[in-house]
Nanobody, 123 residues
């Protein structure tokens, strides 16, 4: 089995909620979620550093919550909007410092990627 492995993607109505998961048994100093919508560049959504401190993109702040429980990383998404649609990727890295473990850090800096899970939000 190759990790990380995402799951939980689905189609939901705008205003709805969804929780996606990522199984990653190894220890990583920085984990997070990126997403890529149709015709859009890949963007950081949320990260969780080794101290358990979360960080969020402005577009999802107060709507999304990142958390981790043992081997699984979660992203709880509330009040979903059509622009939240896309493929969501779980990412992990052991070389990003806590100051750089942020969704604004370039995607190329994260070494480990999952295959993605699809989230579709309809209006």
């Amino acid at each position: 089995q190759s990790y990380p492995v995402e799951s939980g993607g689905d189609s939901v109505q705008a205003g709805g909620s969804l929780k996606i998961s990522c199984v990653e048994p190894s220890h990583w100093f920085c984990m997070g979620w990126f997403r890529q919508g149709p015709g859009k560049v890949r963007e950081g959504v949320a990260t969780l550093n080794v101290d358990g401190v979360p960080a969020y993109a402005e577009s999802v702040k107060d709507r999304f919550t990142i958390s981790r429980d043992k081997d699984t990383l979660y992203l709880q998404m509330n009040d979903l909007k059509p622009e939240d649609s896309g493929t969501y990727y779980c990412v992990a890295d052991n070389y990003l410092t806590t100051s750089r473990c942020k969704p604004g850090t370039d995607a190329s800096k994260f070494d480990n990627w999952g295959q993605g899970t699809q989230v579709t939000v309809s209006s």
